[in-house]
């Protein structure tokens, strides 16, 4: 199970942190991360953390969010800076040990003025 938080209405230029919990295993999971989908696109990736670190973002997005995990918490998270309103979408946590295998329900994003 994966709970997420964080979202919510913000202006463009402003920033939200998007934290991301999961439970149901002992050992953690190898990967954790953030897809989005915003109103009539298909989801795509954001960010994606590995247990030790190593991270991958889709290259739109770098330099202004920046994933981190806490492996004791077993929570993600995800620091989105300098927000623009194409930036507007549901936000969806994901952990599995090799690929998103669970999904987090969504959390909301809404750049706007």
């Known amino acids: 199970q994966l709970q997420a938080s964080g979202g919510g209405l913000v202006q463009p230029g402003g920033s939200l942190r998007l934290s991301c919990t999961a439970s149901?295993?002992?050992?953690?999971?190898?990967?954790m991360g953030w897809y989005r989908q915003a109103p009539g696109k298909q989801r795509e990736l954001v960010a994606q953390?590995?247990?030790?670190?190593?991270?991958n973002y889709a290259d739109s997005l770098k330099g202004r969010f920046t994933i981190s995990r806490d492996n004791a918490e077993n929570t993600v998270y995800l620091q989105m800076n300098s927000l623009k309103p194409e930036d507007t979408a549901v936000y969806y946590c994901n952990a599995g040990d090799f690929y998103p295998r669970y999904w987090g329900q969504g959390t909301l994003v809404t750049v706007s003025s």
């Open positions: 953390i590995t247990r030790s670190g190593s991270t």
């Open positions: 149901g295993s002992k050992s953690g999971f190898g990967t």
